[in-house]
């Protein structure tokens, strides 16, 4: 029975590895399902016992993704601080491997036509990740929250538009400005005064 069930968890991290691989290269839409069981080397019929859909299989792969993803940079900051992460997420190795970065800016027009219940459980993570990244921020920004989010928010941004015109100048200065502006929201949010940031947000809940 332990033996049966260590088969079926390989079989399964096997089908979400193929899936991930090929939704961050080809697409979601343009991902089969035949194609993908044929690459993890099973046949069509081992799908469903792991997945009720394909649909199934996309969230699990973006969330399973979105935790490796910040697991991965929590060690970069660790190491580096979060200039270290900035300059690792906007640079050229990782606008040209779309395959092996960030599933978010790789999937992102894809995922908001995915159902409503997979846009929360992406809204879930998504503010879970921002929370993290807050926690790294100075204690001296007065909304590290918001500034986490407003940094997620450019990093994505400038990474799909680095791809969108890859093999231009273009593209290495959209990298560029990117890194500067992150850079300078952070230094800006340090020395804001507070009649410069506003009353705090109170009366905001949490969407999700």
């Known amino acids: 029975m332990r033996y049966e069930k260590g088969r079926k968890d ?45 649909a199934d299989l996309v969230q699990a792969c973006v969330v399973t993704a979105l935790d490796e993803q910040w697991t991965q940079l929590r060690e970069i900051i660790a190491a580096g601080g979060p200039a270290a992460a900035i300059a690792i997420y906007l640079s050229p190795e990782h606008r040209d491997n779309p395959g092996k970065g960030c599933a978010l800016a790789a999937l992102l027009p894809e995922l908001a036509r995915q159902p409503a219940e997979a846009h929360n459980l992406y809204a879930e993570r998504l503010l879970a ?51 500067d502006a992150v850079r300078t929201l952070i230094t800006h949010s340090v020395h804001m005064t507070p009649a410069e940031a506003g009353p705090p947000d109170n009366h905001k809940k949490d969407s999700v």
Do not use: C, W
């Not at 290269?25 to 859909?53: C, K, Q, R, V, W």
């Not at 921002?130 to 990474?159: F, N, Y």
């Open 129 to 179: 990740l921002v929370r993290e990244m807050a926690a790294t921020l100075s204690p001296e920004i007065k909304d590290r929250e918001g500034v986490a989010l407003s940094i997620q928010a450019i990093l994505i941004g400038a990474l799909q538009l680095s791809r969108a015109v890859s093999g231009t100048p273009l593209s290495d200065r959209i990298l560029t400005i990117g890194t």
């Open 10 to 54: 390989a079989s399964r991290r096997r089908i979400m590895e193929v899936a991930t691989d090929r939704f961050r290269n080809d697409g979601i839409a343009a991902s089969g399902l035949a194609a993908i069981m044929s690459d993890a080397g099973l046949t069509n019929g081992a799908f469903y016992p792991h997945f009720p859909s394909k």
